[in-house]
């Protein structure tokens, strides 16, 4: 074998072993990334605010609706002494609407969009004029 093969076959080799080299990192980081996913869990929403009159004052016991645009589940909650109401645990695929209601008047309709990167949202309700 000529010294000039000898020497393209040591560069190869080089060049081989150095490529599956990055690879080979490059799965390990990507599996570490999953790993820490996991432990984390799954970035979730929390939406939370105000159930408020016409006129600014707070409303409280008013019933809170959220409902989910893709499994059409509502969940509610009564707003607290300071009119405030919190969900929680909300995924990030699905857009949410959310509504008031108190003494038969009902607040009009927000959305929370799927497509909205937050992941903390405060809505203040408004019932009535």
Known sequence: MKSTDRLVRSFVGKVILASCSVVILAVGVRAVSAV????????QRVVQ????????????????????????AVKSYFSDDEGAYRFGQLAQNTDYEIWAESNGKKS??????????????????????
């Open 36 to 43: 820490a996913e996991q432990q984390r869990g799954p970035v």
């Open 49 to 72: 605010g105000k159930v408020i009159d016409g006129g600014g004052a707070i409303v409280k016991g008013a019933v809170v609706y959220l409902k989910d645009d893709h499994s059409l």
């Open 108 to 129: 009009p309709v927000k959305t929370i969009s799927s497509f909205d990167n937050k992941n903390q949202f405060y809505i203040d309700l408004k019932i009535g004029k």
